[in-house]
């Protein structure tokens, strides 16, 4: 029988799909947006690890952490506890600074820079803590940083660098990261459903941008 509740909970099913495709989607653009890493000069290779290690190392466990006080469904909280307790315990921004360093990429104030009006515009989104755009955004980050970790052991080895824990144990643990964000995902809309003129992918677009400028500074500017 088809009953109202059925009929919604329907419809939050279709939206739910809609915005994993949509995510997945602009993972997927994005990894082919990205210079060939044989073609980029020895200062972009620097410069793109240096800026990736100033947006990630200080900021991913702060975004993750405003994820966890957004949301309010127990499969989310549980979910990105899990995913906080593994970067605390392990220290992930240990790894990162190493990887930085082993590959002559540590961050300059020109690196902090360069990715300074991007990086505010995404710590202003997640401090108004809007649950299920959080999460939209942290499982497109989890699922690009996954993709995107052959790519940047491919400069650091142009660098000259032979340490590659970080991109190792990132290109591994994001795919379970990635699949329980979007559990976690699917938790909070069932939870709390999406007004109709709310943007869900307003961070995903915020950090799709911050992550252009971390590789090309010049390619978001207008
Ligand atoms: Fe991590």
């Not at 109202?4 to 994993?20: D, P």
């Not at 755009?133 to 993709?147: D, H, R, S, V, W």
């Amino acid at each position: 029988m088809t009953t109202v509740s059925s009929i919604t909970e329907n419809a939050s099913q279709a939206l739910e799909t809609a915005v994993q495709q949509d995510v997945e989607r602009a993972i997927e653009d994005l990894m082919a947006w990205l210079p060939d890493s044989k073609e980029v000069s020895s200062d972009q290779r620097r410069g793109i690890i240096a800026r990736y290690s100033a947006v990630l190392e200080g900021n991913f466990i702060y975004w993750m952490t405003g994820a966890y006080l957004a949301v309010s469904s127990e499969e989310s909280r549980s979910i990105i506890i899990e995913n906080l307790h593994e970067e605390v315990r392990d220290s992930h921004p240990r790894m990162l600074r190493e990887f930085a360093l082993a590959a002559h990429a540590i961050p300059t104030d020109h690196d902090a820079i360069a990715v300074h009006r991007d990086l505010t515009n995404v710590r202003l989104f997640v401090g108004r803590l809007s649950g299920v755009q959080i999460l939209a955004m942290m499982a497109f980050f989890e699922g690009f940083i996954q993709k995107f970790m052959a790519y940047l052991a491919d400069l650091a080895a142009a660098q000259g660098s032979a340490e590659f824990v970080y991109t190792d144990v990132h290109g591994v643990c994001d795919v379970a990261h990635t699949a329980g964000l979007f559990r976690a995902l699917g938790a909070e809309m069932a939870l709390n459903p999406a007004e109709p003129e709310e943007n869900l992918l307003e961070g995903v677009n915020l950090l799709r941008t911050l992550i252009q400028t971390i590789v090309e500074p010049d390619s978001t500017q207008r």
